[in-house]
């Protein structure tokens, strides 16, 4: 067989008659490569939502395995729709959903993981038509009900079938590439060509949405290329504007010099900090007291005096969090603790810009309206208050901007303080 490719069209690119002619037509064109395709696609945009709110409106708590059978519905319909207009153009297919490929998954319902992925329907049809189509947000559990993957899943779908059939993906969006910053926040964006593997996990990680973080967890694994470019563009056969994940892209970085490379954010998030005089035990009894993901900005076990400890979690979990304080403030030794939850975040990512002076020279504009920065190997982020968001974008972009943090930081002036 020809080699394969594997092409995701998110919620966006496929929302309406019009968007999937266009990229039926593209289809159409790309018989002669007679390279063969793998096409998962999303919902259309709005729809999975639309679902969601219709379950909610028929029960007030849905059991999740009968979640998983409304809102994966979305995909269906969006592959039916396409699947007809390859074959109007001539392009053989056939629709599959995840539990007709099958895609099996932990059973884990709304929020699932994949375990295996059977490869021979796929080939199957690959072998007497030009393209499959398949259902992203999917798969089937062990029972044989439908699961699905958790917002944003449609792109672990594709990374997950890229992974196993060893060919490359194609992420296409409703914008030109992974970008400096969000184009909607920072019309001064400009596409990034090449990103390493490494910095677009921490962009997906800390908000950018343009890929999903567990997506690139699995394309990880296998290390086959993957791209992200525009599904209008893409679908003109100007596909050269795109952003390519390279796994290797260190090695062709100058040595020792640091790197800006883009920024993202992540809106509602709530800001906790606390001082107690117990151990380390207070996090983890908050952690499961109010049952959500806390991530960790610092925690500093100060000798006698106890320790002190900055958080940051999804502004949903706030009310259950302050209750979770008053119940640690009977039980242990907490002396003091604030929440705030109208905070976001505001990430720089870039190889090498972890070191204190430049992390400062990126941060420093910033510094009085921070709650707390952190820093990873190739990442500075800002606690700030969401009041605050738009403005530290704009100032930390500039930074992207010239790639050059010393540029940036001299652009920017210092005069935020
Ligand atoms: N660094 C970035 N580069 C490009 N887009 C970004 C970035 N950060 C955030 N975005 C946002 O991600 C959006 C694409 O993600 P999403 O709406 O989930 O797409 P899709 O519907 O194709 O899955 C863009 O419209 C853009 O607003
Ligand atoms: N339809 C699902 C899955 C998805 O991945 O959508 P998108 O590709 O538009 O982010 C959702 O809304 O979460």
């Not at 525009?230 to 050269?240: A, D, L, P, R, Y």
Request: aromatic content about 4%; charged content about 20%; proline content about 3%.
């Amino acid at each position: 067989m020809h080699g394969i490719v594997v092409r995701k069209y998110g919620g966006t690119s496929v929302a309406g008659a019009p968007r999937l002619a266009r990229i039926a037509s593209a289809a159409q064109r790309r018989q002669l490569s007679r390279r063969k395709a793998v096409v998962v696609a999303s919902a259309m945009s709005g729809e999975t939502n639309r679902l969601v709110n219709a379950l909610r409106r028929t029960v007030r708590e849905p059991e999740p395995i009968a979640a998983d059978a409304v809102v994966c519905t979305g995909e269906q319909v969006t592959i039916g729709l396409l699947s007809a207009a390859l074959w109007e153009r001539g392009v053989s297919n056939a629709a599959l959903t995840g539990w007709q490929v099958p895609i099996i998954t932990n059973g884990d319902h709304t929020r699932s993981l994949i375990s295996s992925v059977y490869t021979r329907r796929i080939y199957t049809v690959l072998r007497v038509s030009a393209a499959t189509m398949v259902a992203g947000f999917q798969g089937v559990d062990a029972l044989g009900c439908s699961s699905t993957l958790g917002r944003g899943g449609s792109d672990t779908t594709a990374a997950a079938l890229s992974s196993v059939l060893r060919s490359p993906c194609l992420i296409y969006t409703d914008v030109d590439g992974v970008c400096t910053g969000d184009p909607r926040l920072v019309p001064s964006a400009r596409v990034i060509l090449r990103i390493s593997y490494e910095e677009m996990c921490e962009l997906a990680g800390f908000g950018s949405r343009v890929v999903h973080d567990r997506s690139l967890t699995l394309q990880g694994r296998s290390a086959v290329g993957m791209s992200v470019l525009s599904s209008s563009s893409g679908t003109c056969n100007n596909e050269k504007l795109r952003t390519s994940v390279f796994f290797n892209l260190g090695r062709l970085m100058p040595m020792d010099r640091p790197q800006a490379t883009s920024v993202s954010y992540r809106r509602c998030r709530a800001y906790i900090y606390l001082r107690a005089s117990g151990g380390g035990d207070v996090i983890l009894t908050l952690s499961a007291l109010c049952g959500e993901k806390i991530e960790l900005l610092s925690f500093l076990h100060d000798g006698a005096r106890g320790v002190r400890a900055a958080m940051t979690t999804p502004a949903s979990a706030a009310p259950g969090l302050e209750g979770a304080l008053c119940n640690l403030r009977c039980r242990t030794r907490l002396r003091r603790s604030q929440c705030d939850a109208a905070s976001c975040d505001v990430s720089t990512v870039g190889l090498g810009i972890r070191y204190a002076q430049v992390a400062c020279s990126i941060a420093l504009p910033m510094l009085r309206r921070a709650h707390a920065i952190a820093t990873s190997e190739i990442r500075i982020s800002l606690c700030l208050k969401e009041r605050d968001l738009r403005c530290a974008v704009g100032r930390m972009h500039l930074t992207c901007l010239h790639g050059d943090w010393r540029r940036g930081f001299a652009d920017s002036g210092a005069t935020w303080l």
